[in-house]
């Protein structure tokens, strides 16, 4: 798109760590030192357009997907919200997806995963015990709920409508919907939803951001990217007590790798991702669950913040998964 309409040339990085390279190539070109050369340009590719297929047009309205309605309703420990604090490294360092922080943080070859990955990784984490970098915290709750049509919605202790959620619908295939994982109002059936939000707090961040105002940015993207993936692991971590506490842990996978791939009862939705991509509901679950108490807050543009924080739906169902569904018109 950009070669389009710029005349000049146009050079693409993969990640950040590619971007400063590319940055570095051009200041030494600039500035003339010797050796110093741009990588040579690549030859743009464009895509093939196939002929578009003409298909019938899928029904239209709130049909249901063919999602089970007769599985069991797990009985949660309790109704409400609880939040927990000081949550210690050690309890959700091993959920840290080491893959996703070399490659997709780090921009780490995986010849380089265990030499420079994980050495550097062991200093990071030094680092951060050391100077109390970290302020783990979570508040979660259950609720009860039934599902209408696209609609989850959220009862009160009295089975009064509390809040609902609108999400959207696959136009064709299953037709799934996030809402088809709850029992449906017409069952006469009450379901539970879980929803937590969690945070490694605001003082990783702040060093970040001294980091990039040194100019150290090498060490900026690293410590930035590790702090987000503490957050994840972190959400990880909690959820995997959630099935727990749901009773629904049984299903769990043996590895890690299991355990990333969601080869487990469940799924956890967060705001933003196709199956749920309206961020204002993030308002709706902070009402629920007031992360203000563990320090998170959201922003004019329903951010949250710390950065290193996140929030998620917590699905108990068995065919629960994650998919694509359009937005709704």
């Known amino acids: 798109d950009l070669h389009e309409i710029y005349d000049g040339e146009v050079r693409y990085a993969r990640d950040a760590f590619e971007g400063l390279r590319l940055m570095d190539a051009l200041i030494g070109v600039k500035r003339g030192v010797p050796g110093a050369k741009l990588p040579e340009l690549r030859q743009r590719r464009v895509r093939a357009t196939a002929a578009a297929e003409v298909t019938e047009r899928p029904e239209e309205g709130h049909v249901r997907s063919d999602v089970a309605t007769d599985n069991p309703v797990p009985t949660p420990p309790f109704w409400g919200t609880r939040v927990s604090k000081g949550i210690q490294l050690k309890e959700y360092a091993s959920w840290l997806d080491e893959g996703a922080l070399f490659k997709g943080q780090w921009g780490l070859t995986k010849d380089l995963f265990e030499t420079e990955g994980r050495t550097r990784l062991r200093g990071w984490l030094d680092l951060l015990r050391t100077r109390n970098?970290?302020?783990a915290a979570v508040v979660h709750g259950y609720f009860p709920c039934v599902s209408k049509d696209d609609d989850l919605i959220i009862l009160d202790e009295h089975g009064a409508e509390r809040t609902?959620?609108?999400f959207p619908r696959q136009r064709r295939g299953r037709r799934l919907c996030l809402a088809d994982f709850f029992r449906p109002e017409e069952s006469g059936e009450t379901d539970v939803v879980g929803f937590q939000v969690v945070t490694v707090g605001s003082r990783i961040g702040e060093e970040t951001a001294k980091l990039f105002e040194a100019n150290a940015y090498r060490d900026y993207l690293e410590l930035h990217g590790l702090s987000v993936q503490l957050a994840e692991a972190l959400a990880e971590y909690w959820h995997a007590r959630v099935?727990?506490?749901?009773?629904?842990?049984?299903?769990?996978?043996?590895?890690?790798?299991?355990m990333f791939r969601t080869d487990?009862?469940?799924c956890r939705y967060s705001l933003g991702y196709p199956a749920c991509p309206d961020l204002e509901d993030r308002a709706k679950i902070a009402t629920l669950l007031e992360p203000e108490r563990i320090g998170v807050r959201l922003s004019e543009e329903f951010q949250l913040h710390p950065e290193q924080s996140t929030d998620a739906i917590v699905v108990h169902h068995p065919e629960a998964g994650y998919f694509n569904a359009g937005r709704r018109s």
């Open 133 to 135: 970098l970290l302020e």
């Open 264 to 266: 487990y009862q469940g």
């Open 164 to 166: 609902r959620f609108a």
């Open 243 to 258: 099935r727990a506490e749901l009773g629904i842990a049984g299903a769990d996978p043996d590895s890690l790798d299991g």
